[in-house]
Each structure stands twice: as structure tokens, then as C-alpha cells.
């Protein structure tokens, strides 16, 4: 199944609290529960201004469909296309 990076501009992001950052955690997995396997979170960075989270999905417009059923911004989705690391280059 595909993989996607979803960039979300959240103003001073980086100053949330860990409460904060749970509920939006709850909030996200809650949706994802009502969406069904259909669609999986990884993991997410939180930067100072932005979100990059890392999704398992069918496509896009499961993405999106999360995204606007959070409440949460989805700025820039962009299907992953290879994984490289330092053990690339051997």
C-alpha cells in the first residue's frame, strides 16, 4: 500500500504542550478508527511551525478524507516513492 508525507502549517506548533499534542493524537486516531484498516498513521515530526506525518493509505484522497474529518490542515500531500538511510550507499 502506498505511503504518504503530509505537510500541515500549524503556527507555533512547537510550543504545544504534550497535553496538547495528545488530544490532537486522540483526536487523529479516533478518526482513523471510523475510517477503518483502510488507513494507518506512522509517525509524525513536529518542527516549530509544521507537522510532516508519515501515512499508510489506499491514496490521496484517503489522506485528505482524515485530514478534513480531524480538522486538521493538510497543506501539501506527497506520495513517498523510495526510502534511502545511510545503508543506501553500501
Same mark, same amino acid.
Given at each position: 500500500?502506498?505511503?504518504?508525507?503530509?505537510?500541515? $502549517?500549524?503556527?507555533? $506548533?512547537?510550543?504545544?504542550?504534550? $497535553?496538547?499534542?495528545?488530544?490532537?493524537?486522540?483526536?487523529? @486516531?479516533?478518526?482513523?478508527?471510523?475510517?477503518?484498516?483502510?488507513?494507518?498513521?506512522?509517525?509524525?515530526?513536529?518542527?516549530?511551525?509544521?507537522?510532516? @506525518?508519515?501515512?499508510?493509505?489506499?491514496? $490521496?484522497?484517503?489522506?485528505?478524507?482524515?485530514?478534513?474529518?480531524?480538522?486538521?490542515?493538510?497543506?501539501?500531500?506527497?506520495?513517498?516513492?523510495?526510502?534511502?538511510?545511510?545503508?543506501?550507499?553500501?
Amino acid at each position: 500500500m502506498p505511503k504518504f508525507v503530509i505537510e500541515r $502549517e500549524i503556527p507555533e $506548533e512547537g510550543r504545544l504542550s504534550s $497535553e496538547q499534542l495528545q488530544a490532537i493524537s486522540q483526536k487523529s @486516531c479516533g478518526v482513523l478508527r471510523e475510517m477503518g484498516a483502510q488507513i494507518q498513521w506512522v509517525q509524525s515530526y513536529v518542527t516549530d511551525n509544521k507537522i510532516y @506525518c508519515i501515512y499508510v493509505a489506499p491514496d $490521496e484522497d484517503a489522506v485528505r478524507k482524515h485530514a478534513q474529518q480531524g480538522g486538521f490542515p493538510a497543506n501539501r500531500i506527497s506520495r513517498i516513492r523510495s526510502v534511502i538511510d545511510p545503508t543506501t550507499a553500501e
